[in-house]
């Protein structure tokens, strides 16, 4: 081949690579159970973890392609974990706090029987480290979403209003998560429910440091509401060195400090309450 060619060739293929996300993003069709902003395809609704026997093949093919309903998940034999407030059944002793599960003996794959699902009309799952809501997103097909890829799909999301207790985002600071997707306001521009308030949801990064240094950082920089940031600064109790796991949105003890901008980095992957969940993505 000629050097013109060679050149000629080389830079087709460097733009076949530069035009290959936006072609991804113009071609992309996603499950029932996400909407699609941009490349990705996020959970519509915070994740809700389902302990199902392996062997339910057919129940577990629904799951992982993202076409699971409340209905068949009953009907299948599959018991919500954790759901918030309080917190109970909790997660089986083979899906440990560290992630590091064990699988059901004879599941093939292999598999600790645990998944995520995106479905409305439950109580979004809680009392989960980052380490377990990890695996469950992994386990279902799907992976946490990064904090670029949360902060966009939560464009639109009221910021965060009122809580007039039956359409507006679940922020009034008592009481506990509700339903998802029964808060009808609570909507982003993209299709994505309660990404405000209910529970604060698990990233996929880390800080280099956790922290307890919080902070209303949108005031300051003339963004609108009051989202507070627990980011950065001197860590927590002088544990400098301890990561520091993000934490997107706000729950609803939050207030009006939830909101789009809100954003944790005050505890170690490995802590848990009845007000974090998480969400994935694929």
């Avoid at 034999?77 to 909790?90: K, N, R």
């Avoid at 560290?98 to 794959?109: F, Q, R, Y």
């Avoid at 598999?111 to 799952?125: Q, R």
């Avoid at 009122?162 to 339903?179: E, I």
Wanted: proline share 7%.
């Amino acid at each position: 081949m000629s050097r013109s060619r060679t050149t000629l060739a080389a830079v087709g293929a460097t733009l076949a690579l530069a035009l290959a996300p936006a072609a991804h993003a113009a071609t992309l069709k996603c499950p029932p159970d996400s909407a699609k902003v941009g490349n990705v395809c996020v959970d519509k609704y915070e994740a809700s973890v389902w302990q199902i026997p392996p062997s339910n093949t057919a129940l577990l093919k629904k799951v992982q392609a993202g076409k699971a309903t409340l209905a068949l998940l009953t009907a299948g034999g599959a018991t919500q974990l954790s759901p918030a407030a309080p917190c109970s059944p909790g997660y089986p002793a083979n899906f440990p706090s560290t992630g590091n599960w064990t699988a059901v003996l004879g599941s093939s794959p292999p598999s600790p029987g645990v998944y995520a699902v995106s479905i409305p009309g439950v109580h979004p799952s809680a009392c989960i480290t980052w380490f377990q809501a990890n695996q469950a997103c992994l386990l279902s097909g799907k992976r946490l979403l990064t904090n670029s890829e949360w902060q966009g799909a939560a464009a639109g999301t009221p910021d965060p209003g009122t809580d007039n207790g039956t359409t507006d985002c679940n922020v009034s600071t008592a009481g506990d998560a509700v339903n998802m997707g029964s808060r009808s306001n609570c909507k982003s521009n993209w299709g994505v429910f309660d990404m405000v308030g209910n529970v604060a949801e698990w990233v996929a990064d880390w800080s280099d440091q956790a922290n307890h240094a919080c902070t209303d950082w949108t005031t300051q920089t003339g963004l609108p509401g009051s989202d507070f940031s627990c980011f950065g600064g001197n860590g927590v109790g002088g544990s400098s060195q301890v990561p520091g796991a993000l934490l997107r949105g706000g729950d609803w003890i939050d207030g009006a400090t939830a909101g789009v901008f809100a954003v944790d980095a005050f505890l170690n992957p490995t802590n848990s309450s009845q007000g974090f969940g998480f969400r994935c993505a694929r």
